[in-house]
């Protein structure tokens, strides 16, 4: 079964702490992971992939995330956060088979931080 | 920025009506994905298109569910007679390729079934 588990529902933190999102995943394939963030009121925006090579990938607006296959995760990180980082964070797992590439989602972490 | 439109932005419709969406892609991209988000942040993917043709689709919903991807026409997504279970986010995505590529998302359709 191929899934995306974000652990936590909230995060929230001070602006100029370091920020650290939890996602794992389960695939039976090479995971080709995504993470994406939602501000209120607009649509999803993508922040980084990785596809292969580098376990580390740096993506927009600051973040960067760590692909670890040891224990199945793809957890986003920042520092130091600022107030304007607070949104909804996913996780994305593209899909295997059926000829497409559709992104299986996690539920999200609502970050908040505070100035 | 995405430069993916979604029309309507919102749409409310009663029990057992029509509900039609449509969605405009970025320019030169030719693969099309439809989502639904629910109100628990839950995606359900529906749909895609390659171009024309239908690439993967989920059962759509007991075939209340169609899609198309009309050539030189916005795609669409229509729900022939809508429930309440169908109130949710409508995202429509478009990507440069099939495989690997972020995919770029628009506002959404927000659908409400009363």
């Known amino acids: 079964a191929q899934s995306v588990d974000q652990p936590d529902a909230h995060v929230t933190l001070y602006e100029g702490a370091s920020l650290e999102l939890r996602c794992s995943y389960s695939?039976?394939?090479?995971?080709?992971l995504f993470w994406y963030v939602q501000y209120p009121g607009q649509s999803l925006q993508f922040l980084l992939k990785?596809?292969?090579?580098?376990?580390v990938v740096k993506g927009t607006k600051g973040f960067e995330a760590e692909f670890r296959k040891s224990n199945s995760s793809f957890n986003l990180k920042k520092s130091p956060a600022h107030w304007s980082d607070s949104a909804k964070y996913f996780c994305?797992?593209?899909?295997?088979?059926?000829?497409?590439?559709?992104?299986?989602f996690g539920e999200g972490t609502k970050l908040t931080v505070s100035s | 920025n995405s430069k993916v439109i979604q029309t309507p932005r919102y749409l409310v419709k009663g029990q057992g009506q029509k509900a039609k969406m449509r969605c405009i892609p970025e320019?030169?991209?030719?693969?099309v994905f439809w989502y639904q988000q629910n109100k628990n942040n839950e995606f359900k993917f529906l749909i895609n298109?390659?171009?024309?043709?239908?690439?993967?689709q989920i059962d759509m919903t007991e075939k209340r569910f169609s899609a198309e991807c009309p050539s030189n026409s916005p795609c669409s997504l229509e729900i022939q007679s809508s429930e309440a279970g169908d109130s949710a986010l409508y995202l429509c995505?478009?990507?440069?390729?099939?495989?690997?590529?972020?995919?770029?998302f628009g506002p959404g359709t927000r659908l409400t079934v009363l």
């Open positions: 995505a478009s990507s440069p390729w099939g495989y690997y590529a972020e995919q770029f």
């Open positions: 695939y039976s394939a090479a995971p080709y």
């Open positions: 990785y596809i292969t090579g580098d376990a």
């Open positions: 994305a797992l593209e899909g295997l088979g059926g000829g497409s590439a559709k992104l299986i």
């Open positions: 320019k030169g991209h030719p693969v």
């Open positions: 298109f390659q171009n024309q043709e239908v690439l993967q």
